[in-house]
């Protein structure tokens, strides 16, 4: 592992047939999931939804939500040891909710013998965007105690292969084990502390749908995230005010602490205890939702939150002024009417707008997103074993505590020139002279361009308990024949709070009102969010059962078989909990989990130097749950019936490892797959209200998120002293969406790595990720007029072939020079 230059922990898991992973986006915010069990995990708020991501066996965090999960607390250093996998049926029996797999990284520990090691690395990124960090791990024995310990961490900085103007990555860990065997047995006590700040870069505008690429006049190395700049906002009431910085990016702590205790009790009894403590906290201001409006849509101003409550753009004129020229950028009438189909009372009066040629009045659209999230947590697993003959009984049972609080609104909305790196438009409105304001001038957005401060309030909180019992059974019945099975039950409960918040009463443009700075001329401060008098209040919970089985048949030294069954379930994350706020949801959606059914059947040949493995597999994934929120006629909001949906996966795994002597070595992974939506419908908003409402019916179609194929194929060459290889990594094509509307094509990608070993202590290497700087696209995004361009369900047709959408590609090339030292 120390060959690579992971851009995340979810990067070390390409060598894992079946294991879709998708780390575009930077070091946080990835996604991973195997053998179609998928449909929750398209995008980077929600990439962990099936998969468990532990460290030293334990969830890094056992709650997971959109925008919360475990790789904003967990990175890769010189004191991971390595990476134990499990993926299939038999991951629904063995981690806390987790039938998509579960990827434990397990820390170095200390040894009886001083030593460490050293790791320093420089790296360009991007358009040569500077990269630094340095790892340090020191160990050995604590006196004569029978005690080692293991000390260790990383600090670095990086701009990002798209420089904003400030780092997109900057922070680092400190991981301290203590252990001691004393003979029948070992203890282990760890402690960790994590402080990390990171970015993300958002969706750039794309043209061809037949092969989808940044669109002309665009910089690829360029981004449209918020400019370098704090500045203050009210949030909660007039008299509260806190400061927005966006090089805060998202900001996450972790301190956690644990002892591992395993113990032989003679007569084929073992016990083992894991426990865990851990507070974790992520507070971000960043860019979110940023997406390409019209000026002469409805929509833009009320993603800018400057209609009124009611949807309606005020009367007057609308100016956009660039900030740095002072020149009009754009200016448009607005007759102060409700919208009527597609008439939005709106008229482009002058346009000075850049790359119109992407969208007629385009521009930028983005919001200024803070949140403030915490979870104090509790973990516990204790399994106790029983050898019997030639039979193993495991008994254990896993206890997990959450103690959570979500809070976040947005600091203000910016509208700005269709470019890479846009400075926020200055917006007024000059209102008729006949009108409430008399002719005077409104000011929509503060100093630094931005609208509607503190607009959206919204509070989460709960606790949450989960209890897992589990019982496994080994039996090798004869020599070459082992049969197994085990069953899970799991029990949780989550009683909360939901808050959605509420306008101050004098925000609907009301003369007399002057906000948080008593003018009421400026809008941008009059329009806040305060905390809603109505909670809406849970209390759930589900029991859940899963269960697993195999046959394991060793042909003869060279050849064995097995086959699998399992049935698991998927309990709701916490982002279902958070949708109960109304009297309709709390009783019509129902707290029930989603339903995985495997089978799989594997094939192992080996032979010295050679290793082959094949999995042919099969996987259902049913009851997904899919809720919607639509606006109504009179802005509001309302919920139409949730859907239940089901995919079905038929595959094929394939593991090569062939040594062909000291000098070469190759390793090869890939899988192949066949995915349907057996049963898919949605929902279609079209005009605001249910009365057109549509449900569409996509039954049958191929199932979006699974690639035809994954493959990643390693050749590795050592000569003396030098060690050279290459990584070709392959993604298959796959539907953009459910409704097929167009398809992501196939990309490959290539790493390169040459390192010289001076000597057993000191080596160089050099790392090139993504040697021919190829663009292959991850991601997308639509080009919707009113609703969000996020929804990708919602689109089922694509009525101009010409229009520009939204994509994230693959990083670009980046090199990485790197030394390490043992000691």
């Known amino acids: 592992m120390e060959t690579l230059v992971p851009a995340s922990a979810a990067d070390l898991l390409w060598n894992v047939p079946s294991v879709f992973v998708n780390s575009t986006l930077g070091e946080i915010r990835n996604v991973v999931y195997s053998r179609g069990v998928s449909a929750n995990t398209s995008n980077g708020d929600l990439g962990y939804y099936y998969v468990s991501m532990q460290e030293d066996g334990l969830p890094v965090t056992n709650i997971s939500y959109s925008n919360w999960g475990p790789d904003y607390f967990m990175r890769p250093d010189v004191t991971l040891e390595r990476v134990e996998a499990v993926r299939g049926g038999s991951a629904s029996i063995t981690a806390a909710n987790a039938p998509g797999g579960v990827f434990n990284y397990i820390s170095r520990s200390g040894t009886p013998a001083y030593g460490g090691e050293v790791r320093g690395r420089f790296g360009l990124e991007g358009n040569e965007q500077p ?132 113990h032989e009790l003679g007569d084929g009894w073992a016990i083992t205890n894991n426990f865990k403590l851990s507070d974790s906290r992520s507070n971000w201001n960043t860019s979110a939702s940023t997406q390409i409006r019209s000026i002469g849509w409805g929509s833009l101003y009320s993603y800018a939150n400057i209609g009124n409550n009611s949807g309606v753009i005020p009367a007057g004129t609308i100016v956009l002024t660039d900030r740095t020229t002072g020149q009009v950028a754009a200016r448009i009438a607005s007759d ?150 085990g069953v899970r039950y799991e029990h949780l409960s989550v009683k909360g709070l939901n808050n959605q918040g509420a306008l101050i009463s004098g925000a609907n443009y009301v003369p007399t009102y002057g906000g948080a700075d008593g003018n009421p001329l400026t809008i941008y401060d009059n329009r806040f969010s305060i905390r809603n008098a109505m909670d809406w209040r849970y209390n759930r919970s589900l029991d859940t ?97 949730p859907l239940y949906n089901a995919i079905e996966t038929y ?56 690639p035809d194929w994954i493959i990643n194929v390693t050749p590795t060459s050592h000569y003396k002293k030098f060690t050279a290889s290459f990584s070709w990594k392959y993604m298959g094509k796959r539907p953009a969406n459910v409704a097929n509307i167009f398809t992501m094509p196939d990309f490959y990608q290539v790493d390169l790595m040459v390192r010289y070993d001076f000597n057993d202590r000191f080596s160089v290497s050099l790392n090139v990720n993504n040697a021919f700087d190829g663009e292959g696209v991850m991601n997308w995004a639509g080009w919707a007029r009113d609703s969000s361009p996020f929804n990708r369900q919602s689109f089922t047709s694509i009525a101009d072939p010409n229009a520009t959408f939204l994509i994230v590609p693959i990083q670009p090339r980046a090199f990485f020079l790197s030394t390490t030292y043992r000691f």
């Open 131 to 262: 990269y630094y960090r340095a790892d340090l791990l020191i160990g050995g024995p604590v006196g004569k105690t029978g005690w080692v310990y293991s000390l260790g961490g990383f600090y670095r900085e990086s701009r990002g292969a798209r420089y904003a103007g400030y780092d997109m990555n900057e922070g680092g860990q400190i991981r301290l084990n203590i252990s001691k065997d004393y003979g029948a047995g070992t203890i282990k006590l760890n402690v960790k502390y994590l402080d990390d700040y990171n970015g993300w870069f958002e969706f750039l505008p794309a043209k061809n749908f037949d092969d989808p690429e940044i669109a002309p006049g665009v910089d690829r190395f360029g981004t449209n995230l918020h400019r370098p700049g704090k500045f203050r906002y009210v949030t909660g009431s007039a008299a509260t005010s806190k400061v927005f910085d966006p090089t805060d990016l998202a900001h996450s702590t972790q301190r956690a602490i644990g002892a591992t205790w395993s």
């Open 336 to 485: 102060g009417t409700a919208r009527s189909g597609n008439n939005d009372g709106l008229t482009v009066l002058e346009n000075n707008l850049p790359n119109q040629h992407l969208l007629d009045g385009g521009v930028w659209a983005n919001n200024a997103l803070v949140f403030e999230r915490d979870a104090g947590e509790a973990m516990e697993q204790v399994v106790v074993s029983k050898r019997v003959g030639k039979m193993l009984f495991v008994l254990g049972g896993f206890y997990g505590y959450a103690d959570l609080r979500n809070f976040n609104t947005s600091a203000g909305r910016s509208i700005s020139p269709l470019i890479s790196n846009p400075t926020p438009y200055d917006i007024t409105i000059e209102t008729p002279t006949g009108g409430a304001y008399g002719g005077q001038t409104l000011q929509i957005t503060n100093p630094s361009g931005f609208s509607a401060e503190g607009n959206g309030w919204t509070l989460n909180e709960a606790e949450q308990n989960q209890l897992a019992l589990f019982f496994g059974y080994n039996w090798e019945i004869a020599r070459p024949l082992t049969f197994d099975w």
């Open 545 to 641: 059962f899963s269960y697993s089985a195999a046959i394991n048949y060793t042909i003869n030294k060279n050849n064995s078989v097995y086959l699998r069954y399992s049935n698991g379930e998927k309990a709701p994350d916490f982002s279902f909990f958070t949708t109960l706020t109304s009297t309709w949801r709390l009783e019509n959606y129902e707290t029930i989990s989603q339903k995985v059914e495997q089978w799989e059947l594997g094939y192992k040949f080996r032979i010295p130097n050679v290793t082959i493995i094949l999995t042919p597999f099969y996987s259902k994934l049913d009851d997904i749950f899919a809720a919607n929120q639509f606006t109504d006629v009179d802005n509001s909001y309302y919920s139409p019936d």
């Open 651 to 706: 595959g094929v795994e394939a593991e090569f490892d062939y040594t062909l002597n000291q000098y070469f070595s190759i390793r090869a992974v890939a899988t192949w797959q066949d995915s349907e939506a057996t049963k898919w419908q949605v929902w279609i908003a079209n005009q605001p209200g249910p009365a057109d409402d549509e449900l569409q019916d996509f039954s049958g179609n191929p199932a979006d998120n699974n």
